[in-house]
């Protein structure tokens, strides 16, 4: 992971945003064909609806599949300028001598991005060499290195799943890679930089997990 970030430093903001985009968008491409998703999504409904409900909705989303990855750079752009929003703000409630550009924590934010694709990597190296035989439901719950691989979900309330799947340790390298990043900037300032994003980022996660469990009971 540190050579990565190394690397990154010779690329500006833009071919960020376009690498993380790339490997994403080849996941997403990569995993529809290799973990069967169709069939998988046509077994889930068999028993809900009747076969040309569940031929229609596979024509709409092959009609609709480019959108998906329209999309992608956008959510990227998202999640990242929220939490470079989040180390902005906690950089100026710490009242440092410098100020820093919006951009440069954008940057920090989209290097972090990078732990993200592996998580989508690790996830299709799984379901295609370990576990072999999987349901729709499985690809969804399923998250690599997470507390709530050691549960049993059919025992966990639906609302409590988005956070336990975010107890694991690719969240904690994100937090480190932000950690690292704002280092850099800060100049060797190591314990200032992990105090900085424990409370930004830390709270604003705090604030996601509560907003996408309080959304998730409201509709279940």
């Not at 290799?34 to 409904?45: H, P």
């Not at 499985?138 to 290195?145: F, G, H, R, S």
């Not at 992990?194 to 996601?208: D, F, P």
């Amino acid at each position: 992971m540190v050579r990565i970030i190394i690397s990154c430093k010779k690329i500006n903001n833009l071919g960020l945003l376009f690498l993380v985009t790339l490997f994403l968008g080849g996941f997403t491409f990569i995993a529809k064909y290799s973990l069967n998703t169709e069939e998988l999504i046509y077994n889930f409904y068999s028993e809900q609806l009747a076969q040309e409900q569940i031929e229609k909705l596979l024509e709409n989303q092959q009609k609709w599949e480019w959108l998906g990855y329209a999309i992608i750079p956008l959510l990227v752009l998202i999640r990242s300028s929220l939490v470079a929003i989040c180390l902005g703000i906690g950089m100026f409630f710490y009242n440092m001598e410098h100020t820093f550009k919006f951009k440069q924590f954008f940057r920090i934010a989209l290097v972090g991005e990078f732990v993200l694709v592996l998580v989508g990597f690790f996830k299709l190296g799984y379901f295609y060499f370990i576990k072999t035989d999987y349901t729709l439901v499985d690809i969804q719950q399923y998250y690599p290195l997470s507390y709530i691989n050691f549960l049993d979900l059919e025992k966990i309330q639906p609302w409590l799943i988005y956070l336990l799947q975010t107890i694991n340790l690719f969240e904690i390298a994100y937090f480190f890679v932000l950690v690292y990043g704002l280092w850099k900037l800060l100049k060797n300032n190591y314990t200032k930089s992990l105090e900085i994003v424990a409370v930004s980022y830390g709270s604003g996660l705090v604030i996601w997990l509560g907003l996408v469990m309080f959304l998730t009971l409201n509709m279940t």
